[in-house]
């Protein structure tokens, strides 16, 4: 079959390519035409090679990455631009200017031509800045300002096409919106060749949805139309973020399931009333982190009660991480801080040891970053082994995470070897090895697909249930509209409201008792004098 | 950051910054070279000067950042003073001999370090590395993808600090507790090391990947965003620095701030 006629931009044929040391192929005897100005999304389970394909098509396999492969014909395009995932691994230089500047000189542009060049561009993406605002470090910007930039970059190689790789997988929700906005005033008349899992904003604007399968093969290629509606069950089984998804879960057995033990759990007699009387687990007062000697953090007043279930949002840079750092008592802070009654020594100087509250089990947005061994076993049992356990207690302890937390792998498996979803739930079951009643996460969702999210989100519900209390960042309003609790909002260094999640969804509240459903009640500002008295 | 931001840029700033490192190269060759103890004394003493009239730094933020020379200088004096060869002896105790040949070697090899230090301290303080890095390909022809290479992994350092704390913090919430002695400092670098270089690796490749995709090739040519050039200013400091190694030599010759020379036998043996 030739199909590389006509007026099409790229195309290719027959390929088939493996990666070194792999037994099986990625892809094997694919053939893919993308025809002049098609705007094309590639949607598949996480490593089948979706992103391969836009290296292949682009030429980065095998120009700059060696891999072999084999094809019949490739038509590639004459000129190109690639976004790629990571905000931070994309730039060369340190300054905005210089980045820009990069692309130019390599270009051979006239240096006097470069500045007008650079605004240009800027423009297009919605990125304004002046002339002399041109020079400023690319680590001052937001992380969906920096994915704009990254295109801003691209647009001075002047693509006919446009390969996009999850630009939006590491940015916030307005930061998404943000990229795919300037994506889509940009690129026009351009082609475009997409491979996301969020794809909410990019689904009116594809023509095409081309669906793979875990073996590299293509199992449908249509309309987005057609193949959100005809292949569902791939799109759920691959954990594709496809627009109902959420949807979809909500009205699925395991949420509604959740849901109806969350409700017994919150009406049963014995423990949200007595634990509301109780004094708080964790209590706040005029608490205060610092950095060096500036406060980064300030809560006026907060409480968390046993098996709660708190969401803490706010933008980039807020101070949310600050938040956490200051609980764990890695930075230097002030106030009252008590947890189960008792008042917390706290850490006076960034020199001095301090030893993190032990009620606490906290959990880093990157998993690698806190794996401490070679295995997953010992992994799971490092924390135990150093409180010299018998080794017996020890197996049943790490065996019983491992599978409550769905790791079916190889227990002498190095942690980097696991997939994203499973090196996060590895990080949370080695985090609370210790039984303790409140955990403390940062982001432990960001960037997972769709399965992978669903499957932590319901690991951290069965903890909450067995009675561990939950904080947690995150940017995502959906978990925090069916997950959680509480929400604690931190603006500009300041925790600035905490308010109740209402829970509206009719297919949760129509099966059980509407009136009584806990979680309704109207938001409370903190300043105000009735959360004081609560918490006291 | 405060500390590193001269009250005023010289002249010395906007040199060709590749051929002030040159420059400042050949000054360090004769320095590291030269047996001479009044040479170079008054050597240190010219690089000292320098730096004080050229860096358009104060008094203040200089002294402290020399404050570690002194270290420098002490540390490396000492253990040549200590165990060093000599024939004149004037103490022994146990392993410990200071002759007075070990005593003005160790002085010698120290005004040496810390002179490697001074001016340093002063190419460091007076150019931007970016620069650097231009000039050397505009005007040295160094290869784009060494020059290109070094100014992003120059960018990524700052993140791969960042990464060092995290990193802290993690194995302090983790309770990880090292053992004493040598297998102690093994485990603490096995576990910085690991996630640190994976990371870096990881990160350092995608780049590679980015730059080529935005059309960074090897062999092509290119323009410049930052056009460095020579000046007068080169020549100046060509002739200024010429004229000063002179003088140091031959004041060292005629009228020495202080010297001293190996006793004779011993140069006889030598040679």
Known sequence: MNVSQLSSDLSITNLRLKFAGESSFIFK???????????????????????????????????????????????????????????????????VDEELAFVLENLSVPREQMKARMTSVLEMVGLHLDLDELHVPIQSFSQGMKQRLALATVLLLNPEVLFLDEPSALLDPDGTMQIWEAIKYVASEKTVIIVEHKIEHIISYVDRVVLFNDKGEIIADDTPDFVFSNNKDELQQFGIWYPDVWQDYTQSNTYQTIMHEKHLYNQSPSIPAVSRKRPPLLWLHQFAGYREKQRKIYVREAAVHTGEWIAITGENGAGKSTFLL??????????????????????????????????LAFVFQNPEMQFVTDSVYDEIAFALQLEKRPQVEIDRIVKGLLSSFHLHVSEDRHPYQLSMGQKR???????????????????????????STFAMLERLEQLRVSGVSILMITHDPHIVEYFCDHVWEIREGELSSISKVKRPTAATTSLYDANKDVDMAESHIIHSEAATKRSK | MELFTPQKETWFYHVNPAFKFFIIFAALLITLFNRHFAFALHLLLIYILLLVLWSGYSWRKLLLLLAPFVLIFISTASTMILFGKGEVIWWTWGIIKISEESFFRGLL???????????????VLTTKPLLFFYALMQQFHLPAKYGYSFIAAIRLLPTVWEEFHTRTNALTIRGVRYKAGIQGIYERIRLYAVPLLAQSIRRAQRIAVAMEAKQFHISSSRTYYYATSYS???????????????????????????????????AVILQ
């Open chain 2, 232 to 266: 007068r200013r080169d020549a100046v400091l060509l002739i200024t620095l010429v004229v000063l190694l002179i003088f140091a030599y031959v004041s060292a010759q005629y009228i020495p701030l202080f010297e001293w020379e190996p006793p004779v036998h011993q």
């Open chain 1, 29 to 95: 005897d694919l053939s893919f035409v993308v025809p002049q100005g098609q705007k094309i999304l590639l949607l598949g389970p996480s490593g089948c090679g979706k992103s391969t394909l836009l290296q292949v098509l682009s030429g980065i396999i095998p120009t700059s990455i060696e891999v072999p492969m084999k094809a019949d014909s490739i038509q590639k395009p004459d000129s190109w631009g690639f976004v790629f995932q990571d905000p931070d691994t994309q730039f060369c230089m340190p300054m």
């Open chain 2, 109 to 123: 090899l120290s005004m040496k370090t810390v002179s490697f230090g001074v001016m340093g301290l002063l190419f």
């Open chain 1, 425 to 451: 739930r590895l990080s949370v079951a080695s985090a609370i090895v210790q039984n303790q009643p409140i955990l403390l996460l940062d982001e432990p969702t960001f960037g997972l697909d769709a399965k």
């Open chain 1, 326 to 359: 200051s609980l764990m008592q890695l930075l230097r802070t002030e106030g009252t801080y008590v947890i189960e009654g008792q008042p917390i020594v706290q850490a006076q100087s960034r020199r001095k040891k301090h030893t993190p509250p032990s009620q």
